[in-house]
Each structure stands twice: as C-alpha cells, then as structure tokens.
C-alpha cells in the first residue's frame, strides 16, 4: 500500500510539473509572431483619404475606438472624442472580461512604430508583446491588403492627440485570460483585388468590414460552421439582445429578394434612420453603426452584394422585437 502511495504522489507531482510548464509555455513564450517590421510609413494625402475612408466607413476602428453614444447608429462620432478609446466591451455586452478599446490618436501612438501598429492590426499583438484578444478584429484585418493596412496607419498618425487617462488593463475570465496567448498568429495578408473583378473585390471588402464574424452564429465565439452570414449573433445593449441580420441569398429569411439598388438604397439611407426604403422590411435596424457604412461608396456596396450572392442561402429567421 506504501508503494502505490508513493507512485500515486509521484504521478500527481509529475502532472502538477506538466501543469505548471504548459502554463508558463503559454504565458511566457507566447505568442510568437515574430518581431515588428522595421517599417517607415509615409504619410502621403491619398494614404490618408484612403485609411479616413477604410477605418471609418468601411473596417469601423473609429466605431470600436471612440467613446460617444454608439447605440445611436444614426449618430456621428464627436470630433473630440475620435479615437480616445474607452469603450467598454465586459459581461454585460455578453463578453467573458472586461475589456476597454485603447485609445489610438497620437497621444498614445506617438511612441509606438510604425511597424509595431502593424504588427497590433495584424497579428493581435501590442507593443509590449502581449496578446488582443481579437474582439479587436485582426484575424480579419491580418488578410488586408498591406498598402491598405499603411494607409490606416498614415490616418491614424494624422488623428487629433486626445489626451486620455490611462484606461484599466483587460481583464479575461479563466481560462480565456490563458488561452488568448494562444490566439496570436502571423499575418497571411491579402491583395486588393481590382474592382472590376466585381466578386474578389466586394469579397475582400466584406472581409475588411468584418461581416462574417457579426452576422454568423456562435458558440462562446467560435462561429458555428455552415451558419456563416445567416445572422442570429447576439449583441446584448443596455440590457437588451440584438440579433444580427440574415444575410445570405436566401428568398424567406435573408435578403434574396433584395436588389443591388435596394442594398445600396439601404446603407445610404441609415446616414437618416428617419427614411425607409421600399423592399427592405425583412433586415431589422440593430446596434450596426449604420451612420459610418452609409458613408461606403456606392461601387463598393455593390461589390459586396454582388459577393453576398454567391454565398449558399441559408434559412434563418432572425426575429428583433
């Protein structure tokens, strides 16, 4: 009996020693995506009207990174808050933690490098080297186009320098908090299509606008596979679930009976929440920041549609009372 005591005690020393390395593996080693480019970004008047148009109307870093009443999607951004940060992301909004967007004008960036916001867009990984959980969508912006990538950053370098107080470190549920050092990986990147080829380029911008991941079903934030774009994500709001649209082709439940000029019609509309547009009853107004996409040019929202109609209808009803 002492014998199978003490192997016992050796085995629980053994895993406890596993334990305790993989932990340490994880949190000390990882991520690993390697160190920032050494890249200088010139700030140029095309970079900057293409990353103003790409982070406010199209991929929404000015959405997520500024704090205003975001739950007033016919609202715009206030000018001395763009890109402060301190939007809370936490339990209430259905997330495990407490997370706070930083604040990405050049009163924080300043010390930053190029090649270290490059590396926090597309990896998921800050300057210190620690690991964003990707509610901060690069896994998305990881297969942008890297001139597209330079221009957002040229923009940013160009923000005002809101001067904010430094805002509370995240803070992930077990074993999240553990796992997001895992979640970081090396860019694959992308190339922006030309637009005539109608598809690739609207698929690279639905891409860029990150509609796969809000408009697909989850579980604990791994989308549901086959369920991509039939919507029914929830968002929860001051108490309240939103469920993101269907927006696959199908006929009943998603937008199959829709129109490009409907589509177009739509988005330009929600810059006045007030107008509505004839044809697009089934798609519920929800917390999309609809005021930003309403500023999408047309030839783009046409591509994306064009690519939303390739993709397999699915029938789901999506309900929003």
């Known amino acids: ?32 995506v390697g160190e920032p480019e050494n890249i200088k970004i010139a700030i140029t008047p095309e970079r900057v009207a293409r990353g103003k148009y790409l982070a406010t109307n199209v991929s929404m870093c000015m959405d997520c990174h500024s704090n205003y009443e975001w739950t007033k999607p ?22 495990p933690g407490t997370i706070y967007s930083p604040n990405i004008t050049p009163y924080k960036l300043a010390g930053w490098t190029d090649g270290e916001i490059f590396r ?90 990150v509609c796969r991941e809000c408009h697909s079903k989850d579980d604990k934030g791994t989308l549901i596979p086959g369920k991509e774009f039939s919507g029914g994500r929830e968002f929860k709001i001051g108490g309240k679930s939103y469920f993101s649209a269907n927006i696959t082709s199908d006929k009943t439940t998603g937008i199959g009976t829709w129109t490009a000029d409907i589509f177009v019609q739509y988005f330009k509309s929600r810059g006045d929440t007030t107008k509505q547009v004839k044809g697009a009853v089934q798609l519920t107004d929800s917390p999309m920041p609809w005021y930003h996409y309403s500023g999408m040019k047309e030839g783009d929202l046409r591509a994306i549609f064009a690519y939303l109609h390739t993709i397999k209808p699915i029938s789901n009803k999506v309900v929003n009372n």
């Open 1 to 32: 009996m002492k014998k199978i005591g003490r192997i016992l005690i050796y085995v629980v020393v053994i895993v406890l020693l596993l334990i305790i390395t993989a932990v340490s593996y994880v949190t000390l080693a990882l991520p690993n």
């Open 74 to 95: 016919g609202e715009a951004i206030p000018a001395d808050v763009l890109g402060s940060g301190g939007r809370v992301f936490d339990e209430a909004a259905g997330l």
């Open 120 to 209: 926090a867009i597309t990896t998921g990984v800050r300057k210190d080297g620690s690991a964003l959980f990707p509610i901060m969508q690069w896994p998305y912006y990881s297969k942008m186009d890297r001139e597209d990538l330079y221009s957002i950053i040229a923009y940013l370098r160009t923000l005002n320098p809101v001067k904010t107080k430094d805002y509370p470190k995240t803070s992930l549920n077990f074993p999240l908090n553990l796992l997001v050092h895992t979640m970081p990986h090396k860019a694959p990147l992308g190339v922006l299509p030309s637009p005539a080829d109608k598809l690739a380029y609207g698929a690279y911008l639905a891409n860029a606008a």
